[in-house]
């Protein structure tokens, strides 16, 4: 893609609660190294002071070159379009809401744009990890058909989604698009499947399977699971079943609206040798109507692409001629419906990094076509 080859360079941010991580992108690639500042999010000043500050030293090792914008993922709630963050949990100094964008815009005059994380690492996934492997296969089996919607999940502290509609991130009306965390939790129905999908989901479920009263870190229950550790394997197991079955829900639901293929990032997609033959056995099951008929969870067969079995029987679709009433031609289609699930091919951070350069080149060089113009 034209991207990779661009030369302009955006000034990006990785932005945890507890530390901000700055870079420089160039052809999708970051280009200096990466500088850390604490992010100071019960203090507001000092927090916005490091925010100019880190992208201060990334200007500084860019001389001579100068970047054309800044581009990057913050956690929402947010009005994204204006740039306004308006308090996020993680961020607690920011409860009166910020004009972030704005203040950088004044600050380095330069155009700033901020948006969800979980839309940018779906978004980087569209234009250069997950989907452009799904559509290469077609490609290469001779099919006719490409994909261009894709959803993307993160499992992880917290349970985040982002969509990509024709090639274009969906953030919706109110800024508001992906919230995957406050739907309904299917096996807990009072409260929402971010509580089970996450870090503190696998960590409860584990403590109540087991009835073990310390805590363990997911890395430790995955361990147990899989046979690496001793523990109890069985709680692990369930543990890791009961997150399954709550994210593939929820997933459900959202694929259910947006047909497209879905890609799953985060810290705890890598445990995906529990996750995701749960999910997708979810994904692939039934549901009844009152009269007990069954119908598929989803309209779209899932397929795994983390197995090289599962990936080519999603290629070797049944193509189907069906004639036109009244006349003598004949037209070719896909019978059958199915939809790719796999894990992030960029990594999470790699991902969004390259979804806030797209966007900043995309919405940078409308604002250079629009000046010229005038």
Request: hydrophobic letters at 40%.
């Amino acid at each position: 893609m034209k991207i990779f080859q661009d030369e302009r360079i955006v000034l990006t941010l990785d932005a945890g609660g507890t530390n901000f991580v700055f870079s420089a992108l160039k052809g999708g690639k970051p280009i200096t190294p990466l500088i850390t500042l604490p992010s100071n999010s019960t203090d507001l000043e000092k927090c916005l002071e490091n925010i100019i500050e880190g992208f201060k030293r990334v200007k500084k090792l860019l001389l001579p070159e100068k970047a054309v914008a800044i581009s990057f993922a913050f956690p929402g709630p947010a009005e994204y379009e204006k740039g306004i963050i308006i308090s996020p949990p993680n961020f607690p100094s920011f409860k009166e809401g910020v004009a972030l964008g704005p203040m950088l815009e004044d600050y380095f005059n330069l155009p700033t744009y901020i948006n969800n994380d979980g839309d940018l690492f779906t978004y980087g996934e569209a234009i250069g990890g997950f989907l452009p492997e799904v559509n290469n296969g077609f490609k290469e089996f001779g099919i006719k058909k490409e994909f261009k919607n894709l959803i993307g999940i993160t499992l992880g502290t917290g349970f985040g989604a982002g969509v990509v509609i024709n090639q274009e991130i969906c953030a919706g009306d109110n800024s508001a698009g992906g919230e995957i965390w406050l739907m309904r939790n299917l096996l807990e129905p009072k409260i929402i499947a971010e509580e089970s999908v996450s870090v503190r989901g696998i960590q409860s479920y584990y403590k109540d399977y087991s009835k073990e009263s310390f805590e363990l870190s997911p890395k430790d229950i995955f361990q147990i699971a899989v046979g690496d550790k001793n523990g109890n394997r069985e709680a692990a197991v369930m543990a890791y079943d009961s997150v399954a079955k709550v994210a593939a829900e929820a997933l459900a639901n959202v694929m259910n609206i947006i047909d497209g293929g879905v890609v799953i990032g985060g810290g705890i997609a890598g445990s995906s040798k529990l996750l995701l033959p749960q999910i997708l056995e979810h994904l692939n099951g039934k549901i009844e109507n009152r009269n007990k008929d069954r119908f598929n969870r989803i309209v779209s067969q899932a397929f795994s692409f983390e197995e090289q079995k599962t990936k080519q029987a999603f290629y070797k679709t049944a193509m189907k001629k069906i004639k036109v009433p009244f006349s003598t031609r004949e037209i070719e289609f896909v019978e059958d419906k199915r939809v790719p699930v796999g894990i992030s091919r960029l990594g999470t951070n790699n991902a969004t990094m390259l979804g806030a350069y797209a966007v900043a080149l995309s919405k940078s060089g409308r604002v250079l076509e629009k000046k010229e113009k005038v």
